[in-house]
């Protein structure tokens, strides 16, 4: 299957400041990229879907200034949490949709820690 | 907006076989997936059906009844490693996929 690469795997970061994580697709071009957001013991959540070359859209709920989104290329889109807070700590994982439609790839996760 | 329902949790012996049941009311529809998961990592793809009928791969098949909102995953011969949460999904006209909670499935010798 397609590949979907997603850095950093972990990441801790004091209160009040800014996490970037990237979401590539190795060996295609992902016109759409999505976000989630998985708190433990619990399933994944979409936050926004992110098209290339234009803003991307969130989803009821999600503060947009707070989680940044940028897709400027068709294999990179990255999402930045802004002014981060403890209660920011959670799983995020970026998926992939391909030119083609094909089912979306699933990077391997960001564990973001706010102390 | 999407609702999905399957089991939280299920238990099996090593060597038996699990059906993990899911049913879906959806605005939109354009695929079922099943997704496992193990502790702290991402979902890995396992099937998909957009079809009404079973598809098998190996250890696993997926069945799907459209008409029904109802899907299944059959995980066969069941080894300890298969201990892992498993996640339907469905994906609406927009190619957005909405997932269920998981079930939880401990695979016991």
């Known amino acids: 299957g397609a590949v979907v690469s997603q850095h950093p795997s972990r990441v801790i970061c004091k209160s009040g400041t800014s996490v970037k994580i990237e979401c590539r697709s190795l060996?295609?071009?992902?016109?759409?990229m999505f976000w989630y957001r998985q708190f433990p013991k619990q399933s994944l959540m979409l936050m926004a879907t992110s098209n290339e070359g234009s803003k991307a859209t969130y989803e009821q709920g999600v503060e947009k200034d707070k989680f940044l989104i940028n897709h400027a290329s068709l294999t990179l889109s990255t999402l930045t949490v802004t002014s981060a807070h403890p209660e920011d700590s959670s799983f995020y994982i970026c998926?992939?949709?391909?030119?083609?439609?094909?089912?979306?790839?699933f990077g391997q996760g960001t564990r973001l820690t706010v102390v | 907006g999407q609702n999905i329902d399957q089991p939280t949790e299920m238990t099996a012996t090593e060597g038996a076989i699990v059906q993990i049941n899911c049913t879906y009311q959806t605005s939109g529809f354009n695929g079922l997936f099943w997704y496992q998961q193990h502790a702290g990592e991402a979902p890995t793809f396992l099937s998909y059906n957009v079809l009404d009928g079973l598809e098998e791969k190996g250890r696993f098949s997926s069945f799907l009844s459209r008409s029904k909102g109802y899907s299944y995953l059959l995980l066969k011969e069941l080894q300890m490693k298969d201990s892992a949460s498993y996640l339907c999904a469905v994906r609406d006209g927009d190619y957005k996929l909405s997932f269920g909670a998981g079930t939880t499935v401990t695979v016991r010798a």
């Open positions: 060996d295609f071009q992902a016109t759409t």
């Open positions: 998926s992939a949709r391909d030119l083609a439609g094909r089912e979306a790839f």
